[in-house]
């Protein structure tokens, strides 16, 4: 079982920047490809991005650039670098532990609280 936490979510001003932070409890956390899935008010959740074991990413198109996804396994952490925002960003973002890089969240087992993003216009 890994137990996830996300922290670093706030209010900022449209254009501005944030980063997550996900702290994971398992010693085999870089076991894990970890992903980060958003859910906007009355939106179904969906993928934001996702780092391999190894370190590679893929992102949603949505991003367009504008995030980068790291992992730092000393740390058993990974982060979700924000910048650009846009009021359509808003959103709970969540971590998730998947035994694959994975797109779709059916694979991933474990979920934070997730971490709320307010982007002001």
């Known amino acids: 079982q890994v137990q996830l936490t996300e922290s670093g979510g706030g209010l900022v001003q449209a254009g501005g920047s944030l980063r997550l932070s996900c702290a994971a409890s398992a010693r085999a956390f870089n076991n894990y490809a970890m992903g980060w899935f958003r859910q906007s008010p009355g939106k179904e959740r969906e993928f934001v991005g996702v780092?391999?074991?190894?370190?590679?990413?893929s992102y949603a198109d949505f991003v367009e650039g504008r995030f980068t996804i790291s992992r730092d396994n000393a740390k058993n952490t990974v982060y979700l670098q924000m910048n650009s925002l846009k009021p359509e960003d808003t959103a709970v973002y969540y971590c998730?532990?998947?035994?694959?890089?994975?797109?779709?969240?059916?694979?991933?087992?474990?979920w934070g609280q997730g971490t709320l993003v307010t982007v002001s216009s």
């Open positions: 780092v391999s074991r190894t370190g590679g990413t």
């Open positions: 998730a532990a998947s035994p694959a890089t994975a797109t779709d969240a059916r694979p991933y087992f474990s």
